[in-house]
């Protein structure tokens, strides 16, 4: 039962580091506790899977050290995913801001990386849990609940904490510090916000209503769809500011990005007009009497001082709120922090204090924003791994 690699985790990353380090001869076993591999990709991007996009950049990742993601992004960019999808005979589409989707669904892309696994020569076992993991004279020791196994080189690729209904653990991050890696304190991310009374209500009478916004929080910035629920917000750019927001942080809205907020209201207000006619422009009926039970303001415009009308589109157009929580791993698709990246080589991924040990894809402290961003980090940290291991 000895292998030159075993792969912790049967997702997105393990996939495709197996597959790579197959097709370079290396014997290799993947193991994964949950009963189907890969059940992450299944259910991402509404069931059609985004699995990459065509504007990757470093920017477009949270770590505590920005360039860490340069190396394995640079050596597996967004086209050569492209090209295997399409080797497959996968049919896709683009979305707006680059993101890539299947046609016929997320199961595909599985379907994809099972068969490279499959003619690499992997072994794969699923519902197998590890209780054990220890360093040897021939690498590692596992004992699991489908027997004991050794490896020359162990990578670690069991994702993070979102989505626990899927089997989603801590195992990654515990492993690391049972060999001494430090691992930053994780928490949900592109997940939805959460508000307290009274705001809580106020949105939930809205629930259903799309907005496009642009969000700000601690000088990030995303323009997109705004959904409102029973809880308070979502929607693409709630899930893109969830990644930089805090508890006690405030977010900044604004209700009206790109639109001269202040100059057409003056411009109302000289041809005699009311706010009601103005907000009709952009806003349902619904949310215009939300908005203005809210903060009310003089209807016919004619009848408000040059001030209140500025300070009134200042409200519309940099409304500042404190949602109370985020909505939790539950509802996340990724979570933030992870293994410290400054305990791991950006080309090799392997463990700088423990020679043989790897760590890639989300258990990293690697997150990327919404738009098949996570997933070209899973293939490329994968990628680069397999090639070394
Ligand atoms: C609802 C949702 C939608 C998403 N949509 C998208 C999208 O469209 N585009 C995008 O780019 N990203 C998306 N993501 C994020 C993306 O799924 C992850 O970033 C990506 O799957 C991470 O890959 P990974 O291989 O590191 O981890 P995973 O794909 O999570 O794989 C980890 C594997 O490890 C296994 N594992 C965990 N713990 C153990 C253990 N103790 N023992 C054995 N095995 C274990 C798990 O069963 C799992 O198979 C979405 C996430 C969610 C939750």
Same mark, same amino acid.
């Given at each position: 039962m000895h292998y030159d690699v075993i792969i912790l985790g049967a997702g997105a990353a393990g996939l495709m580091c197996a597959a790579q380090a197959g097709y370079r001869g290396r014997k290799v076993l993947v193991l994964d506790h949950a009963p189907k591999a890969a059940a992450k990709i299944r259910i991402s991007g509404g069931g059609k899977c985004n699995?990459? @996009? /065509? @504007?990757v950049k470093p920017e477009n990742y949270i770590c505590a050290n920005p360039h860490f993601v340069k190396s394995a992004l640079a050596r597996y960019p967004a086209l050569q995913f492209i090209e295997l999808v399409e080797r497959h005979g996968i049919d896709y589409e683009q979305r707006a801001h680059g993101q890539l989707f299947t046609l016929d669904g997320a199961g595909k892309i599985i379907a994809m990386l099972r068969t490279e696994a499959d003619w690499a020569g992997v072994e794969l076992r699923l519902g197998c849990s590890i209780t054990q993991v220890q360093a040897n004279a021939q690498g590692f020791g596992l004992v699991t609940s489908q027997g004991t196994f050794s490896c020359h080189s162990l990578v670690v690729a069991t994702g993070g904490l979102a989505?626990?209904?899927?089997?989603?653990? &801590?195992?990654?991050m515990q492993l690391a510090q049972q060999f001494g890696l430090n691992v930053i304190t994780s928490q949900p991310g592109l997940v939805p916000l959460v508000f307290k009374y009274p705001w809580k209500d106020w949105f939930a009478e809205l629930a259903g209503l799309s907005l496009e916004v642009e969000i700000c929080c601690q000088g990030q910035c995303f323009r997109e769809a705004m959904l409102v629920t029973h809880q308070g917000i979502s929607g693409p750019v709630v899930l893109q500011i969830s990644n930089y927001w805090q508890p006690g942080l405030p977010i900044s809205i604004n209700l009206f990005p790109g639109v001269e907020v202040l100059a057409q209201l003056q411009q109302f207000k000289a041809n005699n007009q009311t706010l009601s006619k103005w907000f009709g422009q952009y806003w349902t009926k619904r949310f215009t009497q939300a908005w203005l039970q809210k903060y009310p303001f003089e209807n016919l415009l004619a009848n408000a001082s040059d001030k209140a009308l500025e &300070?009134?589109?200042?409200? /519309?157009t940099n409304w500042t709120l404190y949602p109370e929580t985020s909505a939790g791993y539950d509802k996340a698709e990724v979570s933030l922090g992870g293994v410290d990246t400054d305990e791991v080589s950006s080309k090799t991924f392997e463990a700088y204090k423990q020679p043989g040990l790897y760590f890639i894809g989300e258990v990293l402290e690697v997150t990327g924003h919404l738009g098949g961003y996570n997933f070209q980090w899973a293939w490329a940290s994968g990628h680069a791994c397999g090639q070394v291991v």
């Open positions: 699995f990459t @996009n /065509l @504007n989505y626990p209904k899927l089997k989603a653990s &801590d195992f990654g &300070d009134y589109a200042e409200r /519309l």
